[in-house]
């Protein structure tokens, strides 16, 4: 899993900033997900991207996020105007394709919001 | 809907098996799962079953299956300090996405 890389490893902004974390999937991987940590719980899954296209985004909130897996480059999270709910660990993960056993995963960002 | 159950502590001393239990609802899924999160740390991917598997085994870890129930369990023999962790239990949901549980945190007892 040390091959999905995410930065910043931490990031803390101040209430009404903007958020944008990257992924960088493995080598060979076309498939990108995010997922979301909050403090004592378990992964929320929050959006489903491959190369271009958003092919599920039924856990993103209606407002103030968005995602994008670009042709070339990471795939980027982005929060718009944050809010110290938003503070968690947000966790991407690749894989080759659909249907594979393993998605790996990348070290995480930490957001922080004060 | 989908929905993963795992109970939330787990205390054993050193030396012992500890077993991880799990639930989930999704008859469906193809894939299980099984990562451990050190503190601070990301996600590794520990092992994983295929739902027509009963048991996997690796190393110190056993995976038990039982579909019919819907239970899937995780058994780590000789428990050492350094499995103290979350060990997520997961499967794949029929949209591909992977569903997790909150995680179960296995405390270790000298």
């Known amino acids: 899993n040390a091959g999905v890389m995410q930065n910043p490893r931490h990031l803390v902004r101040r209430r009404g900033q903007e958020a944008r974390l990257r992924c960088s999937p493995m080598k060979g991987h076309s498939h990108v997900y995010w997922y979301r940590q909050l403090p004592e719980e378990g992964l929320k899954f929050m959006v489903y991207?491959?190369?271009?296209?958003?092919?599920?985004e039924s856990g993103m909130p209606k407002e103030r996020f968005s995602a994008e897996f670009p042709k070339e480059g990471p795939s980027i999270l982005r929060i718009q105007q944050v809010v110290r709910g938003d503070s968690a660990a947000y966790f991407c993960?690749?894989?080759?394709?659909?249907?594979?056993?393993?998605?790996?995963f990348g070290q995480g960002t930490r957001l922080t919001v004060v | 809907g989908e929905d993963v159950e795992q109970s939330l502590f787990l205390s054993v001393r050193e030396g012992d098996s500890s077993v991880i239990n799990c639930t989930y609802t999704?008859?469906?899924?193809?894939?299980l799962y099984w990562y451990k999160q050190e503190p601070g740390a990301g996600l590794q991917l520990l092992t994983y079953?295929?739902?027509?598997?009963d048991m996997k085994q690796d190393q110190r870890l056993t995976v038990l299956l039982n579909k019919k129930d819907k239970h899937l369990s995780l058994r780590i023999a000789d428990t050492q300090t350094g499995d103290s962790a979350i060990y997520f239990c997961?499967?794949?949901?029929?949209?591909?996405?992977?569903?997790f549980g909150k995680g179960t945190r296995l405390h270790i007892l000298p």
């Open positions: 991207l491959q190369k271009e296209n958003i092919i599920d």
């Open positions: 993960a690749s894989s080759p394709g659909q249907g594979i056993a393993e998605a790996f």
């Open positions: 999704d008859s469906s899924s193809t894939y």
């Open positions: 997961a499967e794949t949901a029929q949209d591909d996405k992977i569903i």
């Open positions: 079953i295929f739902s027509n598997m």
